[in-house]
Nanobody, 113 residues
Framework: QVQLVESGGGLVQAGGSLRLSCAAS????????MGWYRQAPGKQRELVAT???????VYVGSVEGRFTISRDNAKKTIHLQMNSLKPEDTAVYYC???????WGQGTQVTVSP
């Protein structure tokens, strides 16, 4: 069993930065591929980035070079550093654990023009 709690969302101007965090409970976090997804109003939830248990990261093309996913297995956390934010990055961002097929509650990111 796992619980995921996101934090770090907010309102930022275009070009700014935010750092999202996802804190996990449970003893099997280190074994799970983790991911960040986002869902904008009226759109389907989409993958942003994933990171394997040993740190291999994959990004969707629209965020490549701007976002960085990382994890700290000792602290059971993952982060998403988001730089050069654009209005089209506005969405609710969700943390996901592949091993447990479990979603966090989401955190809102709003980027103003």
């Amino acid at each position: 069993q796992v619980q995921l709690v996101e934090s770090g969302g907010g309102l930022v101007q275009a070009g700014g930065s935010l750092r999202l965090s996802c804190a996990a409970s449970g003893t099997t976090f280190s074994r799970s591929t983790m991911g960040w997804y986002r869902q904008a109003p009226g759109k389907q939830r989409e993958l942003v980035a994933t990171i394997t248990s040993n740190g291999y990261a994959v990004y969707v093309g629209s965020v490549e070079g701007r976002f960085t996913i990382s994890r700290d297995n000792a602290k059971k956390t993952i982060h998403l550093q988001m730089n050069s934010l654009k209005p089209e990055d506005t969405a609710v961002y969700y943390c996901y654990s592949a091993l447990h097929d479990y979603w966090g509650q989401g955190t809102q990111v709003t980027v103003s023009p």
